[in-house]
């Protein structure tokens, strides 16, 4: 099945940093997500972008397909950023997820 | 407002036992799935389903099972509770067809088996 790594595995930042957080996949796809996991468990859809740029507020992610990769910016982080970030993706003809292993993003004030 | 839930949200049960675990979602979508997530091993599919009557397995389906009886609830049912299955279920549920679209996850089941 497809494989999906991100990187890095752990990443701190003092508030007002901005931050970059990739996920590569192993094969092609037709469905992308992002989420965000707070320290409550909760799982927040953030993006579905199997290609191109989207733009939410501090947070934006561009995924180039051809290169199989996906890249989710944080800008001006703040505390409430902290959780666990996870890429899904699914290359087939359903709409099931594979999780990438998350990145786990403690922000401090 | 839309939206999904699971109960309950925190369960203690015993090695041996049936346990059926709810999920409700007033979307109206078509596609519903369950996953379970542990350390080490992020989210992990167990059964989905695209529609009334339909369910499919997914990557760790043993000792699990769901039916779909309506479009709104997918339970998910543990035939014989095992240790390994110790874990923190999600819910999950999209529309559309083919490609589909957004999953939109519930809060969780914490799931103990002692």
């Known amino acids: 099945g497809i494989q999906v790594e991100q990187s890095p595995p752990d990443l701190i930042l003092q508030e007002g940093a901005n931050s970059t957080l990739r996920c590569n996949f192993s094969d092609s796809v037709n469905n992308l997500q992002w989420f965000h996991q707070n320290p409550w468990g909760q799982l927040i859809n953030l993006f579905y972008i199997p290609s191109g740029t989207k733009q939410n507020g501090r947070l934006s992610a561009t995924t180039v397909a051809t290169e199989r990769y996906s890249l989710l910016y944080i800008s001006s982080s703040q505390t409430t950023d902290s959780g666990v970030y996870f890429c899904?993706?699914?290359?087939?003809?359903?709409?099931?997820?594979?999780f990438g292993g998350g990145t786990r993003l403690m922000v401090k004030p | 407002d839309a939206e999904i839930t699971q109960s309950p949200r925190h369960k203690i049960t015993e090695t041996g036992r049936q346990v059926t675990l709810a999920c409700h979602q007033t979307?109206?979508?078509?596609?519903m799935f369950w996953y379970r997530q542990d350390l080490g091993h992020g989210l992990r599919l167990i059964h989905y389903s695209y529609g009334v009557q339909d369910t499919n397995k997914g990557e760790v389906s043993d000792g699990y099972s769901v039916s779909r009886s309506n479009t709104e609830d997918l339970p998910l049912t543990l035939e014989s509770a095992a240790s390994s299955q110790t874990s923190v279920y999600f819910c999950a549920s999209s529309e559309g067809t083919g490609t589909g679209g957004t999953q939109y996850f519930g809060p969780g089941t914490r799931l103990t088996v002692l």
């Open positions: 979307w109206n979508h078509n596609n």
């Open positions: 899904a993706v699914n290359n087939n003809a359903g709409n099931m997820l594979t």
